[in-house]
């Protein structure tokens, strides 16, 4: 038992009607709410949108290129050379197009004794002038127009039946509109 019980004066504890009353709030919840709302509002309004596309300009022209179709070989020959696996083709190359041709790759397809295709090299066309070769890109070929060339393929496949090879255009390169 206690002697000297400390009971708390009346006035010092809250009574119940106290106790449920609401205290005001701190006014800075509301005021920190609308600040974030209008940080929010200002990002969308001022933030970039995705990229616009572009639209080309409708007067483009892309000029014409050539293509392997607009290519011809004529009076096609072969030339041993006297280094290694080394093989030359001669001939005449004529331009069908409207374009001139500043650069061409030949795709050369070698078949085997059966006629089955036994290896295909890629390799430069060149002009050949005077006995000696140069790149087209010296040496171009106007439309309409014929030039004597020369296919240098550097490895000739094992077993080839040494017979004229498929030669397919690759890749053809050209220079503005004929004139």
């Known amino acids: 038992m206690a002697t000297n019980p400390r009971i708390p004066d009346r ?3 809250p009574t119940l009607q106290e106790q449920r009353r609401k205290k005001p709030g701190s006014p800075w919840v509301p005021l920190g709410l609308l600040a974030a709302a209008l940080l929010l509002i200002a990002l969308i309004v001022w933030l970039p949108r995705t990229p616009k596309n572009t639209v080309p300009p409708s007067g483009a022209v892309v000029p014409a290129q050539p293509t392997g179709n607009q290519v011809q070989f004529t009076d096609l020959r072969l030339s041993p050379s006297t280094v290694g696996d080394q093989l030359y083709i001669y001939g005449k190359l004529f331009n069908g197009g409207n374009v001139t041709i500043n650069g061409l790759v ?11 295709p ?7 066309v060149e002009a ?9 890109t010296q040496a171009p070929v106007k439309p309409n127009d014929r030039r004597d060339i020369r296919i240098n393929v550097a490895h000739v496949p094992q077993g080839w039946n040494h017979q004229l090879p498929e030669i397919a255009v ?3 390169t ?3 509109a004929g004139r």
Do not use: M
């Open 11 to 13: 006035h010092d504890v």
């Open 106 to 116: 030949a795709r050369v397809t070698f078949s085997g004794q059966n006629n089955q």
């Open 118 to 124: 036994l290896g295909t090299v890629t390799a430069p």
């Open 128 to 136: 050949v002038e005077q006995g000696a070769g140069e790149p087209l």
């Open 170 to 172: 690759e890749q053809v």
């Open 174 to 176: 050209g220079q503005g």
